[in-house]
C-alpha cells in the first residue's frame, strides 16, 4: 500500500505552505496598509489639534495686547499652555509654568517672519512652540510665544502602535493557521486523486513486466527461426521500448513512495567504466564517439545502482540526440569535498527556453522530436531525484545546435 503521508510531505506540503505564506502575505499587506493609515490619521489629528490649541491662545494672547495694552499671561496659561510675552522694550513676562518658557530661536524667526512654529525638545520632554509678531517687522511692539507639551499625545500614539503591532501579529498568526487549514483541506481532493494515479501507475507497471518478458521472449524465438524478418525485429525493438517505460513508470512510483536504498560506499570510477562500457555497442551504432576520463579512484557513499541509473539516463539521452559522427565524453574528478561527474555531447542542444524545465516530469521541448526518440520525458526527473537522494545536485548547460553538458556534483566519501 503506498504511503498517502509520503506523498503529502514530498508533494503537497510545498504547495500547502506557499498557499498559506501568499494567503498570509496578501493579509499582512492590507492590515500593514490599513495600520499605517490609521497611525498617521491619528497622529496627524491629534498634532493638529495642539497646533490649533497654542494658536488659539496666541491669538487672543494678540488680541489682549492690542486691545489692553498688555497681556494677562497667568489667565492665558491654563492647563497644558506656557505663554512668554517680550516687548520691545525689553520687558519679558513669563508665565511660570511648563518645562521651556523661553525659545529664543523661535522668537527671533517669528520676528523676521511674523510667525513661527516649531518643536523643540527631545523625546520625553517634546514641546510645540508658536511664536507670533505683534506689529510690523519695522515697528514691533512685541513677541508673544505660547508652548504645549506634545508627550501626552505622543504617548497616546506610542499605546497605539504597539496595540496595532500586538493585534496584527496576532491576526496572522490566527490567519496562518486557518490558511493552513483551509489549504490542506483544498488540497485533499488533489492529494487523494494523486494517491490514486500513483497507485495505478505502481501496480500496472508491476503487472505489464510480465507479458511484456513474454512477448519479448517470443519475440526473440521468432527472430531465432526468421533472423531478416523485419516485423519480428520491429517486435524486439517496440517492445524494449515499451519495457523501458515500465521500468521508468515503476521507478517512479518507487521514488514517490519515497525509498531509499542503503548507503555504502561507492566508487564513482568503477559506475563511469560500467556505464560506458555498456553503452559502446549502441554508441558505435549511431556512429559516435564515446570517450571517458576517471581518476583511480573517486569514492561517494550512495547506492550504486542508483547513481549507474543516473549515468545511464544521461547516456541514453546523449546518444538520443547527438548526430552521427559526434562526441560523447563522460568525465568524473574531485573538486574539494565533492565528486563532480559530467556528460558531454555534441549533439542538437536545449533551447534556451526549455533549459529550466528538463528536470520537470514528462517535459519535451519538442513533442515531435521526443515522440521519434521514444522519450517520455521522465529520464531526467528520475536523474534528478538520484542525485538529491545523494544531498547532491545536478545542472546543465548547452547550446541549441552545438551540444550539452550535465553536471552532477555529489558529496565525496570522507
Same mark, same amino acid.
Given at each position: 500500500? =503506498?504511503?498517502?503521508?509520503?506523498?503529502?510531505?514530498?508533494?503537497?506540503?510545498?504547495?500547502?505552505?506557499? %498557499?498559506?505564506?501568499?494567503?498570509?502575505?496578501?493579509?499582512?499587506?492590507?492590515?500593514?496598509? +490599513?495600520?499605517?493609515?490609521?497611525?498617521?490619521?491619528?497622529?496627524?489629528? +491629534? %498634532?493638529?489639534?495642539?497646533?490649533?490649541?497654542?494658536? %488659539?491662545? /496666541?491669538?487672543?494672547?494678540?488680541?489682549?495686547?492690542? =486691545? /489692553?495694552? *498688555?497681556? @494677562?499671561?497667568? /489667565?492665558?496659561?491654563?492647563?497644558?499652555?506656557?505663554?512668554?510675552?517680550?516687548?520691545?522694550?525689553?520687558? $519679558?513676562?513669563?508665565?511660570?509654568?511648563?518645562?521651556?518658557?523661553?525659545?529664543?530661536?523661535?522668537?527671533?524667526?517669528?520676528?523676521?517672519?511674523?510667525?513661527?512654529?516649531?518643536?523643540?525638545?527631545?523625546?520625553?520632554?517634546?514641546?510645540?512652540?508658536?511664536?507670533?509678531?505683534? *506689529?510690523?517687522?519695522?515697528? &514691533?511692539?512685541?513677541?508673544?510665544?505660547?508652548?504645549?507639551?506634545?508627550?501626552?499625545?505622543?504617548?497616546?500614539?506610542?499605546? #497605539?502602535?504597539? *496595540? #496595532?503591532?500586538?493585534?496584527?501579529?496576532?491576526?496572522?498568526?490566527?490567519?496562518?493557521?486557518?490558511?493552513?487549514?483551509?489549504?490542506?483541506?483544498?488540497?485533499?481532493?488533489?492529494?487523494?486523486? $494523486?494517491?490514486?494515479?500513483?497507485?495505478?501507475?505502481?501496480?500496472?507497471?508491476?503487472?505489464?513486466?510480465? &507479458?511484456?518478458?513474454?512477448?519479448?521472449?517470443?519475440?526473440?524465438? +521468432?527472430?531465432?527461426?526468421?533472423?531478416?524478418? +523485419?516485423?519480428?525485429? @520491429?517486435?524486439?525493438?517496440?517492445?524494449?521500448?515499451?519495457?523501458? %517505460?515500465?521500468?521508468?513508470?515503476?521507478?517512479?512510483?518507487?521514488?514517490?513512495?519515497?525509498?531509499?536504498?542503503?548507503?555504502?560506499?561507492?566508487?564513482?570510477?568503477?559506475?563511469?567504466?560500467?556505464?560506458?562500457?555498456? $553503452?559502446?555497442?549502441?554508441?558505435?551504432? =549511431?556512429?559516435?564517439?564515446?570517450?571517458?576520463?576517471?581518476?583511480?579512484?573517486?569514492?561517494?557513499?550512495?547506492?550504486?545502482?542508483? #547513481?549507474?541509473?543516473?549515468?545511464?539516463?544521461?547516456?541514453?539521452?546523449?546518444?538520443?540526440?547527438?548526430?552521427?559522427?559526434?562526441?560523447?565524453?563522460?568525465?568524473?574528478? &574531485?573538486?574539494?569535498?565533492?565528486?563532480?561527474?559530467?556528460?558531454?555531447?555534441?549533439?542538437?542542444?536545449?533551447?534556451?527556453?526549455? #533549459?529550466?524545465?528538463? $528536470?520537470?516530469?514528462?517535459?519535451?521541448?519538442?513533442? /515531435?522530436?521526443?515522440?521519434?526518440?521514444?522519450?517520455?520525458?521522465?529520464?531526467?526527473?528520475?536523474?534528478?531525484?538520484?542525485?538529491?537522494?545523494?544531498?547532491?545536485?545536478?545542472?546543465?548547460?548547452?547550446?541549441?545546435?552545438? *551540444?550539452?553538458?550535465?553536471?552532477?556534483?555529489? &558529496?565525496?566519501?570522507?
Amino acid at each position: 500500500m =503506498h504511503s498517502a503521508a509520503a506523498i503529502e510531505d514530498r508533494l503537497f506540503t510545498p504547495a500547502r505552505v506557499r %498557499l498559506t505564506a501568499w494567503y498570509v502575505s496578501v493579509l499582512a499587506a492590507v492590515l500593514i496598509v +490599513l495600520g499605517s493609515a490609521l497611525y498617521l490619521t491619528v497622529r496627524s489629528e +491629534l %498634532l493638529n489639534g495642539v497646533d490649533n490649541g497654542i494658536r %488659539l491662545v /496666541a491669538n487672543r494672547a494678540v488680541e489682549q495686547y492690542i =486691545h /489692553a495694552g *498688555g497681556v @494677562d499671561v497667568q /489667565a492665558l496659561s491654563t492647563g497644558p499652555y506656557t505663554v512668554n510675552v517680550q516687548t520691545a522694550t525689553g520687558s $519679558f513676562q513669563a508665565s511660570g509654568t511648563g518645562h521651556i518658557h523661553y525659545d529664543e530661536t523661535s522668537m527671533r524667526a517669528a520676528y523676521v517672519h511674523g510667525t513661527d512654529l516649531r518643536t523643540v525638545g527631545q523625546n520625553g520632554d517634546r514641546q510645540r512652540v508658536y511664536s507670533v509678531r505683534v *506689529g510690523s517687522r519695522s515697528n &514691533p511692539i512685541a513677541l508673544i510665544q505660547v508652548a504645549r507639551s506634545t508627550e501626552p499625545e505622543h504617548e497616546a500614539l506610542d499605546k #497605539l502602535l504597539i *496595540g #496595532l503591532l500586538v493585534g496584527g501579529a496576532a491576526g496572522l498568526v490566527l490567519a496562518a493557521a486557518g490558511g493552513w487549514w483551509l489549504a490542506g483541506k483544498s488540497l485533499r481532493p488533489v492529494r487523494v486523486a $494523486f494517491e490514486r494515479q500513483h497507485a495505478f501507475v505502481s501496480d500496472a507497471s508491476h503487472e505489464l513486466r510480465t &507479458p511484456l518478458a513474454v512477448i519479448r521472449a517470443n519475440a526473440e524465438y +521468432l527472430q531465432g527461426e526468421q533472423p531478416e524478418n +523485419l516485423e519480428v525485429r @520491429d517486435i524486439v525493438g517496440e517492445t524494449d521500448r515499451l519495457s523501458m %517505460l515500465v521500468d521508468t513508470l515503476l521507478a517512479v512510483a518507487r521514488d514517490d513512495e519515497g525509498a531509499r536504498a542503503s548507503y555504502t560506499p561507492v566508487d564513482m570510477t568503477e559506475v563511469v567504466e560500467t556505464a560506458v562500457a555498456s $553503452f559502446q555497442t549502441m554508441a558505435g551504432e =549511431h556512429g559516435l564517439e564515446l570517450t571517458y576520463a576517471t581518476p583511480d579512484q573517486l569514492m561517494v557513499t550512495g547506492d550504486r545502482d542508483q #547513481l549507474r541509473q543516473v549515468l545511464v539516463i544521461l547516456l541514453d539521452n546523449a546518444v538520443r540526440y547527438t548526430p552521427k559522427g559526434g562526441r560523447i565524453h563522460v568525465q568524473a574528478r &574531485p573538486d574539494g569535498k565533492d565528486a563532480v561527474l559530467t556528460v558531454h555531447d555534441t549533439g542538437i542542444g536545449i533551447p534556451e527556453q526549455a #533549459l529550466e524545465h528538463v $528536470f520537470e516530469r514528462f517535459y519535451r521541448g519538442d513533442e /515531435a522530436r521526443n515522440r521519434q526518440s521514444g522519450g517520455a520525458g521522465l529520464g531526467l526527473s528520475i536523474a534528478r531525484d538520484l542525485v538529491t537522494r545523494h544531498s547532491g545536485r545536478i545542472s546543465v548547460t548547452s547550446t541549441e545546435g552545438a *551540444g550539452s553538458t550535465f553536471t552532477i556534483q555529489i &558529496p565525496r566519501d570522507a
